[in-house]
């Protein structure tokens, strides 16, 4: 069986300040690890994703996300918010071993104040 | 090139008729999710389909719900005596393989209220 937890609802912070929205997973292999966006009103969308190799991978519109495995986190990260990056972001994640399914965390909502 | 598209985009039903949604995964996708969501809520896996390959059903939440993929590529997931929890966005998402590896690319949704 594979989970994933996203701990906070929502996460509120200041443009230009740095922002983390966290992830944790369970998945009895392998995990790869996805995150995606939804701008309101609009679909979601691939923002980045670790399969193997460096921890620290980046993606679009400048976040990045840590992969830590005695953890068993993904958090998300960008060092300076923009007001644009307020929207909903989903962790997501597949076991290496069960290609066609992928679970999704229930989403945090981000909230960028000018 | 073309996204993942989805009909309709907004559909408004009375309880107990039938629905029919439709998605078209990007041309070369191989592989086709359903999702729905809930307000307020992440996403639920439905079901899955990879070229000619039996179609990963453990998703759906009760005989009501049944999908087609027709040539590998069009889907419909049908919804048959709706209810009002069924009342969601359906999603659509394709991707390049059925490998684990690969991201997905989603359509817009299908709004199912059911009245």
């Known amino acids: 069986a594979q989970s994933v937890a996203q701990p906070e609802d929502q996460v509120n912070v200041a443009e230009g300040n740095p922002l983390t929205v966290k992830c944790t997973y369970s998945v009895s292999g392998n995990p790869y690890l996805f995150w995606y966006v939804q701008y309101p009103n609009r679909g979601l969308q691939f923002l980045l994703k670790?399969?193997?190799?460096?921890?620290l991978v980046k993606g679009s519109y400048g976040f990045e996300a840590e992969f830590n495995k005695s953890q068993t986190s993904f958090h998300l990260k960008k060092p300076s918010a923009l007001v644009s990056d307020s929207a909903l972001y989903f962790c997501a994640v597949r076991d290496n071993t069960n290609a066609g399914k992928s679970t999704f965390g229930d989403g945090t909502t981000l909230t960028v104040k000018p | 090139g073309a996204g993942v598209s989805q009909s309709p985009s907004n559909k408004v039903t009375e309880k107990g008729k039938d629905v029919e949604l439709r998605c078209d995964p990007i041309s070369g996708h191989t592989a086709l999710y359903w999702y729905r969501q809930s307000l307020g809520q992440g996403l639920e896996f439905l079901i899955y389909f990879q070229g000619n390959s039996a179609p990963d059903k453990s998703g759906l939440p009760s005989d009501r719900f049944s999908a087609e993929r027709t040539g590998g590529s069009v889907s419909t997931l049908t919804i048959q005596r709706t209810q009002q929890e069924d009342s969601a966005v359906y999603l659509c998402?394709?991707?390049?393989?059925?490998?684990?590896?690969?991201?997905?690319?989603f359509g817009p949704g299908t709004r199912l209220t059911v009245t």
């Open positions: 998402a394709s991707s390049l393989s059925p490998a684990a590896s690969y991201e997905q690319y």
């Open positions: 670790y399969i193997t190799g460096d921890n």
